[in-house]
């Protein structure tokens, strides 16, 4: 049982380019989150989908977007890469009326 | 706004001792606090704690929530090096399924 499974697990961008951070769980979880982890600051919120076909912001949505593609699979857009958001990027969901968030094992990114 | 705060921010013990890990918070209408660790990756969930005075245990770790004075402890006894990672508190937001964590407290070992 994989959980849940980001991808990539490293990647370093220059200014403007763009990605997407992929996110998929195994576990039939409705709601899904994105989050992302800075040295002092702890987990804070982007986005986050409580069920499919819905999304909302979380408490630094600015520059992100989001996709939540099906149930299995929630994605994170860059559009314009800044060094601001050099971070480590974590996935998590949670079940149908369940506070227990389980997290993906993160991505890395770096932009120069 | 919910708020979850952490202490201390850090701290390093040797091989063997009890430490104590605390978290308050001032959450509407609260309805549990969750502890997890961090290691070098992804947090893993430890407990969930939703009736006050009702310790929760997994081998050498505890926890107990005060609903009263709103805080919640961590306890790790005969701690080893394998316990050392950063320890987050969350509390479900109201009306919706989104945690308030705190900036978690790094926990150092020294064999």
């Known amino acids: 049982n994989a959980g849940v499974t980001q991808t990539p697990k490293f990647q370093v961008l220059k200014t403007g380019q763009s990605m997407t951070l992929q996110c998929a769980q195994d576990m039939n979880h409705n709601s899904m989150y994105w989050y992302r982890q800075d040295p002092g600051m702890g987990l804070r919120l982007i986005y986050y989908s409580a069920s499919e076909g819905t999304t909302d912001k979380g408490e630094v949505p600015n520059g992100y977007n989001v996709s939540r593609l099906n149930k299995r699979e929630f994605s994170l857009r860059l559009e314009s890469a800044a060094p601001s958001q050099t971070s480590v990027y974590f996935c998590a969901s949670s079940g149908l009326l369940s506070n227990i968030q389980y997290f993906g094992a993160g991505t890395r990114l770096s932009v120069l | 706004e919910d708020k979850v705060v952490q202490s201390p921010l850090s701290l390093v013990v040797h091989e063997g001792d009890t430490v104590t890990l605390n978290c308050s918070y001032e959450?509407?209408?609260?309805?549990?606090l969750l502890w997890y660790k961090q290691e070098k990756k992804a947090p893993t969930f430890l407990f969930m704690l939703t009736s006050s005075g009702i310790e929760k245990k997994s081998g050498r770790l505890s926890s107990i929530l005060d609903k009263k004075e709103l805080f919640s402890i961590l306890n790790i006894t005969a701690t080893q090096t394998g316990d050392s990672a950063v320890y987050l508190c969350a509390a479900p937001n109201f009306g919706n399924e989104k945690l308030t964590f705190g900036t978690g407290t790094r926990l150092t070992i020294i064999p």
């Open positions: 959450v509407t209408n609260f309805r549990s």
